[in-house]
């Protein structure tokens, strides 16, 4: 698989991720992030126990056309520092891992790279393209 580059992901996206994990509580939401050019855009969702996630993973990467460049989960609690197992997790996901924990806000997530570095993750407000929509001009 290709390393792909992210240059932000997409407000709507992010919050859709704080939203999918407030609701998920006590259970843990994860995903895998993919791009639509070079913005994060969508979310894979993967069954939600830390043992489950890897081989859910492994599956998922045998699609065609996989687009992933990292993953999400979420935190129960307010330490978004990334575990021992999510950096087994991270190695194999891709280079953008976001955690995000509560209060489940714009402030209360963080995005580390594939060797669990913490990253500059920038939010990006881009309108998603309409395929119905003619452009005349
Ligand atoms: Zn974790």
């Not at 990292?70 to 891709?94: C, E, K, T």
């Amino acid at each position: 698989m290709r390393r792909r580059k992210a240059r932000g992901i997409a407000r709507d996206t992010l919050k859709f991720i704080l939203e999918a994990s407030r609701s998920s509580i006590p259970n843990e939401f994860a995903g895998l992030l993919q791009t639509d050019g070079d913005v994060i855009t969508e979310v894979l969702i993967l069954p939600g126990t830390e043992s489950s996630r890897m081989s859910a993973l492994v599956r998922l990467y045998m699609l065609p056309n996989m687009q992933v460049v990292g993953s999400v989960h979420s935190h129960p609690s307010a330490n978004i520092r990334p575990s021992d197992q999510d950096l087994i997790f991270f190695s194999r996901a891709g280079d953008y891992n976001i955690i995000v924990g509560p209060p489940f806000n714009e402030e209360s997530w963080a995005c580390y790279d594939i060797l669990g570095n913490m990253r500059e993750l920038p939010i990006l407000d881009i309108e998603f393209k309409d395929d119905d929509f003619d452009e005349d001009l």
